[in-house]
Nanobody, 121 residues
Framework: QVQLVESGGGLVQAGGSLRLSCAAS????????MGWFRQAPGKEREFVAA???????YYADSVKRRFTISRDNAKNTVYLQMNSLKPEDTAVYYC???????????????WGQGTQVTVSL
C-alpha cells in the first residue's frame, strides 16, 4: 500500500512558477513509476509528466520545456517544477504511483488527493 500526499499548489499569475511535491509512504517508493496528471473542470484527467525508476522522464507536449519532473528516492518524494505557467494550466494536479511504465491514468495503482493550481491572467 502506498499513500501519496501532494502539496505546493496555489494561485499564480501567468508566466509565474510553482513547484508541486508528492510525498509517498512506504519503503518501496523507488520501485514505482510516478506520474503527474491534471483535471480541469468539465474535462477528463490528462497526463502531464512521468518519471521511471531510473529517472527517465516523459512529458505531455503541452508542458514540454516548461515543466520538469524529478524524484528523490531518499525522501520518497516526486516533484513537478512548473515554469512559464499559462491560464490553461489551471487544474487540480494529482500524483500517482504504479508498477507499469505508462501514461494512462487507469494503469496507476495509487493516487493522491490532488492540489489546486490556478493561473490568472
Amino acid at each position: 500500500q502506498v499513500q501519496l500526499v501532494e502539496s505546493g499548489g496555489g494561485l499564480v499569475q501567468a508566466g509565474g512558477s510553482l513547484r508541486l511535491s508528492c510525498a509517498a509512504s512506504g519503503r518501496t517508493f523507488s520501485s514505482y513509476f510516478m506520474g503527474w496528471f491534471r483535471q480541469a473542470p468539465g474535462k477528463e484527467r490528462e497526463f502531464v509528466a512521468a518519471i521511471s525508476w531510473s529517472s527517465n522522464t516523459y512529458y505531455a507536449d503541452s508542458v514540454k520545456r516548461r515543466f520538469t519532473i524529478s524524484r528523490d528516492n531518499a525522501k520518497n518524494t516526486v516533484y513537478l517544477q512548473m515554469n512559464s505557467l499559462k491560464p490553461e494550466d489551471t487544474a487540480v494536479y494529482y500524483c500517482a504511483a504504479g508498477t507499469k511504465a505508462t501514461m494512462t491514468p487507469a494503469h496507476y495503482d495509487y493516487w493522491g488527493q490532488g492540489t489546486q493550481v490556478t493561473v490568472s491572467l
